[in-house]
């Protein structure tokens, strides 16, 4: 995989418009209001955003008394299959259910949601069940999911609305994992790797969520901002880079932070709207042909960092500050979920170019 290379901020004082992504949602994580919205019903690929339920889902687990934060993550045969981006631990290796969250949040590890899933559910399949059953709980109406990591399939889609309701459930419901999603970098031995979300430490108040990118979906990007007390959740889904998605993400927090929430909607009680809710939007075309790859170079300097011109986006202050992980620790009780055979789930798994075609990022970040 290609290394994330550190963005370059110019003209911060007068911003360029971002590039027009795909759907896109902002909401006021307290009071659930929508301020703003675009094809918040459209079905997309939600690539390693997916990683947001995960993660959701094991800290269910955990309040279940199923696990704890210190049980064993083991990685199967399976697992250590999975593509990059990949934490790259051989089959057999154990590591907390901790370090575990911090792999996949960071550094989007495919085979460490992998692991995840066998540990807590048995396998990917009966996980997967578990993803489905709390989205149908949170009114997640657009959504399905049969992997943990985020991997094309033509049967795992959701909406921006969709997530949207899921990080709003997140932060509510478990505050205490808040820092899960905001970690600057990991460092696993001697290697750093920072977080793909650079809003983090750079975009006034940032503190959270996830990022993903297939080839199938764009570039994703959950992000989260806390200003005087009060949350937003910003979603946007489909964008051609890792610039136009931050610079667009920062664009709605910003105008978000400024909008009256007195006379919005609240995201429960949105009605379903637009053609598109049936069929998830394929944009491969317009992100991995050899053109778009060649436009997302331009978006880089002769030192290969990202050129960021938003005004609401500054440089980080400091290099990343890395949080040790690794394995071994896992001293706490082993879930109890029945263990199942590995059978792969019956849907579309193709080989998607990886980092060679697509520089700067794998399938999952």
Known sequence: MAPLLAPLFLGLGAGIAPAAAGPSIVIDVGSGKVLSHESA?????????????????????????????????RVSANAAKEPPSKMGYPAGSVLTLDNALKMIMVKSANDIATSIAESVGGSERAFAGRMNEAARQLGMTGSNFVNAHGLFSTEQYTTARDLALLVRAIRREFPQYAHYFSLEAIQAGDKVMPNYNWLIGRFAGADGMKTGYICASGFNLASTATRNGRTLAAIVLGATSQVTRGEEAAQLLAKGFQAQAFAAPRIDGMAPYGEGRNVAVDIRPQVCSQEAVKARMEERDDEGKLIVRSPYIKALEH??????VGLGGATGPESTAPRYANVPIPTPRPDYPLATAVPATAQGG
């Open 319 to 324: 290099e990343p500050r890395p949080v040790v």
């Open 41 to 73: 019903f459209q079905r997309w690929y939600p690539a390693s955003l997916t990683k947001l339920m995960t993660a959701y889902v094991a800290f269910r687990a955990v309040k279940a008394g199923e696990m704890q934060l210190d049980s064993p993550v």
